[in-house]
């Protein structure tokens, strides 16, 4: 969708070596998430971000780690790559945590561990 | 903490035929969700729902939300292969609690 890009689209990288994953968002919406995506588990949350420096743990957030140092970009980093982190990453978007906004997602990053 | 589970995991149908999906919460939403996601794509919002026993239509997409808003479900009539993909529903317990995707029902659509 226009308006949220990730980066990079592909990534291959060694176990051990820390990544980072870029969201960069030009709709200047509050809310930014990072999920991933795996076969037979759908769409679980890493970590999501409320404002420019606050962020907060989701359901699977070990082994990982955000920054928010932009209302338009949103950092997550893997401190030391394991196998177990080869998945698809979507950053998504959302004006509010209220009632009546959905996701906008980006394009994701496959990211393979190896 | 809350769960959503959808079924079936997987669908298979026939160009034409009727699909349906269903998604069921272990707690009471405030609002549900859908998205759809095409292979190899992202998901992409389709629909909220809000009310208990509310119904609301999108050409050949049908949402329903339970009366205790607990469950909803999704119903395609008349399948076209236009519509393959992962389906997700995603619910909202109250207040500002974040959403909780479902594990998604893949469809394929036969021509």
């Known amino acids: 969708d226009a308006g949220i890009t990730q980066s990079p689209r592909h990534k291959v990288t060694e176990t051990g070596t820390p990544v980072t994953l870029r969201c960069h968002q030009t709709?200047?919406?509050?809310?930014m998430y990072w999920y991933r995506q795996d076969p037979g588990h759908g769409l679980r949350l890493i970590h999501y971000?409320?404002?420019?420096?606050?962020?907060d743990k989701g359901e699977v957030s070990d082994g990982y780690s955000v920054s928010r140092s932009k209302t338009e970009d949103f950092l997550l980093t893997l401190e030391s790559a394991t196998s177990s982190q080869t998945s698809v990453y979507f950053c998504?978007?959302?004006?509010?945590?209220?009632?009546?906004?959905?996701?906008?997602f980006g394009s994701g990053t496959r990211l393979t561990v190896v | 903490g809350q769960q959503v589970m959808q079924i079936p995991q997987y669908q298979h149908v026939q160009e034409g035929e009727d699909f349906t999906t269903y998604c069921n919460s272990s707690?009471?939403?405030?609002?549900i969700q859908w998205y759809k996601q095409r292979p190899g794509g992202h998901p992409v919002f389709l629909i909220q729902?809000?009310?208990?026993?509310e119904v609301k239509k999108q050409k050949r997409l049908t949402f329903q939300f339970g009366e205790a808003k607990k469950n909803s479900s999704l119903h395609i009539t008349a399948t076209q292969t236009t519509d393959v993909g992962t389906y997700f529903c995603?619910?909202?317990?109250?207040?500002?609690?974040?959403?909780?995707f479902g594990t998604g029902t893949k469809l394929q659509v036969i021509p």
């Open positions: 971000s409320y404002g420019v420096k606050d962020t």
């Open positions: 707690t009471t939403l405030s609002n």
């Open positions: 709709e200047n919406h509050r809310y």
């Open positions: 998504a978007i959302s004006e509010s945590l209220g009632q009546n906004y959905g996701y906008t």
């Open positions: 729902l809000v009310k208990s026993g």
């Open positions: 995603a619910g909202r317990g109250g207040g500002y609690q974040k959403v909780t």
